[in-house]
């Protein structure tokens, strides 16, 4: 039998009692996040039967010792399960010392205002990681580097690649994401570069559809509807070209121009070794890698360290990375490409229906203070989905929903969620049984979905 196939036996033994979540303050974003995370099978497992080493279940027989967080998490987590041996609780809770201990970690959750429950997802979940990690390295001489239950379970391996439309230098990023934001349509760029630009068209423009022609995988999948979520994943993947007065600089562009200039004497020495690691690094590996060979920051690091080449370059007082940005400012079209390397076990999606003006802003800034709008497109989400095309063997089941309803400054957010067999709908302290369709039918709505890896037989 396999791991995974005894994670879910073990979930078995507890029995789900949906309990709803008494709103004590304008609290649905929170009440909602915090039904969608404790209805994942994987969570549950992960904090009641995590073992390490010879220590069985330490989060759950030591609880009384994690911070308080994480132990508050584990009220609400336990009181939402039960077996033949506990006491069936009431018939909703209120999660009054739980949601005190999450806005004594983020501040801007006091008080009584409209929040995000997006925002409310993720930094619930690395609050609760970072406790997690603490509690293991104090309690368990758990290794700082190793990945955290909660890691392991909603982490996943992203490369971004950023491709200047001038020099077409490519800067590669490698990042661990936890959620995935999903744009609900094109944006209008990239609606204009769908077809060759027009004679009229500025150079830009030229300049990114050509590049954006070379590129693999352009053509748009035709059985999918561009309102479904499987076509929403595969727009994730698609370019994205930014126009110049987007603010990219090129660092590539901006070392060949200041080289080139006299007013840059005092950093001539600098500036001759980062543009031949930058080529050295283009030429190894195709593109300059982020925080590695070919990365400014990297490189100054690597020189201020070499003290015979400061001496030798009468350079012990310059090349500071303040000085030096001073000279990067090339800005450049360029084209944004992500790709998924990997996928979790629990796939946490975030369709992106909050516009506050500015695309793809910080996941973590107030859409209401800077007012903006809501887009209610309807998408369809699956309660299945295959994305063993991506990764071999990975194929995923609805678990949970956070529903928005109303408008981006006076809404409401609730939840759908499966417990054991059956579905149930929450709204803050009331629950009641549903059936699958109404819960794959809020698709004007949807928010937030959470998808968990299907257990093997």
């Keep these: 039998m396999s ?81 033949p041996e506990e006491e069936t609780y009431g018939r909703y809770l209120t999660p009054r010392q739980f949601h005190n201990a999450f806005v004594h970690e983020y501040s801007a959750f006091r008080g009584y205002g409209q929040h995000d429950s997006h925002e409310c997802s993720v930094l619930l979940l690395e609050a609760l990681d970072l406790g997690i990690k603490k509690f293991l390295m104090d309690k368990c001489s758990y290794p700082k580097t190793k990945p955290s239950p909660i890691e392991e379970i909603f982490n996943f391996p992203v490369e971004q690649t950023v491709t200047c439309a001038q020099c077409e230098c490519q800067f590669l990023s490698k990042s661990s994401w936890m959620d995935l934001t999903l744009e609900l349509k094109r944006t209008k760029i ?96 195709g593109c300059v890698i982020r925080d590695g060979e070919g990365d400014i920051d990297y490189e100054l690091d690597k020189l201020r360290k070499d003290q015979s080449w400061l001496r030798s370059n009468n350079s012990l007082l310059v090349g500071n990375r303040r000085e030096l940005s001073a000279i990067m400012t090339e800005k450049r079209p360029v084209i944004r490409r992500c790709e998924l390397k990997g996928l979790p076990k629990v796939l946490m999606i975030h369709l992106n229906r909050f516009n506050s003006g500015e695309r793809r802003r910080s996941m973590f800034s107030s859409f209401f203070s800077f007012g903006g709008s809501k887009d209610d497109t309807s998408i369809q989400y699956p309660e299945y989905l295959d994305l063993s095309h991506l990764i071999p063997g990975y194929k995923y089941r609805l678990s949970s929903i956070s529903i928005h309803s109303g408008s981006l400054g006076f ?38 979905l959470y998808y968990e890896l299907e257990e093997e037989e």
Aim: with cysteine; glycine share 4%.
């Design 411 to 448: 809404g409401h957010y609730t939840a759908f969620a499966r417990c054991g067999k059956e579905w149930y709908y929450f709204n803050d302290s009331m629950t009641e049984p549903t059936s699958p369709v109404h819960a794959l039918t809020a698709t004007s709505g949807a928010y937030m």
């Design 3 to 83: 791991d995974r196939r005894k994670a879910f036996d073990e979930y078995d033994k507890y029995t789900p009692v949906p309990k709803g979540l008494g709103n004590i303050g304008n609290t649905c974003f929170f009440n909602s996040a915090t039904q969608c995370l404790v209805h994942l099978k994987y969570l549950f497992k992960a904090l009641t039967e995590w073992k390490y080493g010879t220590m069985k279940s330490p989060l759950l027989t030591l609880r009384s010792e994690l911070p308080v967080l994480n132990r508050t998490f584990m009220w609400i987590l336990l009181r939402s399960y039960t077996n």
């Design 190 to 285: 990239q609606q204009q570069l769908m077809g060759k630009p027009s004679s009229m068209a500025s150079d830009d423009d030229h300049l990114l559809y050509s590049i954006m022609e070379s590129m693999p995988g352009r053509e748009e999948p035709k059985k999918l509807s561009p309102h479904s979520l499987e076509y929403l994943l595969w727009l994730f993947t698609e370019p994205d070209p930014v126009p110049r007065d987007a603010g990219y600089v090129c660092e590539r562009c901006s070392l060949r121009k200041a080289k080139m200039s006299n007013k840059n004497a005092a950093f001539q020495p600098w500036l001759d070794v980062l543009h031949a690691k930058q080529e050295e690094a283009i030429e190894k590996h």
